[in-house]
């Protein structure tokens, strides 16, 4: 069963880049951090990507890919929760 996850958009004090940011929810439970990336040191094909600030419990990893949109972020939370232990 898919999880119920939202965003909240949150501003993010990073160093005055990267600073549009979502709270991922899962089930109303805090899983993630997620930035647009913005900043003028990142690579021109990833600027207006999104990025994996910050995971929590399963989401916390630094392996996380760039997202091109909030909901495929979303997407990528769910399946990181739901996916069975191997």
């Known amino acids: 069963?898919?999880?119920d996850i939202s965003f909240l958009p949150m501003r993010v004090?990073?160093?005055?880049?990267?600073?549009?940011g979502n709270l991922v929810l899962a089930d109303h439970q805090l899983a993630a951090?997620?930035?647009?990336?913005d900043g003028t040191h990142h690579n021109p094909e990833h600027?207006?990507?999104?990025?994996l600030e910050a995971g929590f419990g399963k989401c916390s990893t630094r392996d996380a890919p760039l997202f091109k949109t909030p909901d495929e972020a979303g997407?990528?939370?769910d399946?990181?929760?739901?996916?069975?232990?191997a």
């Open 75 to 77: 997407a990528w939370v």
């Open 79 to 85: 399946q990181i929760l739901t996916r069975k232990a």
């Open 1 to 3: 069963m898919p999880l």
């Open 33 to 37: 951090v997620i930035v647009r990336l």
């Open 13 to 20: 004090l990073i160093d005055g880049h990267d600073t549009d």
């Open 47 to 51: 600027k207006g990507l999104w990025r």
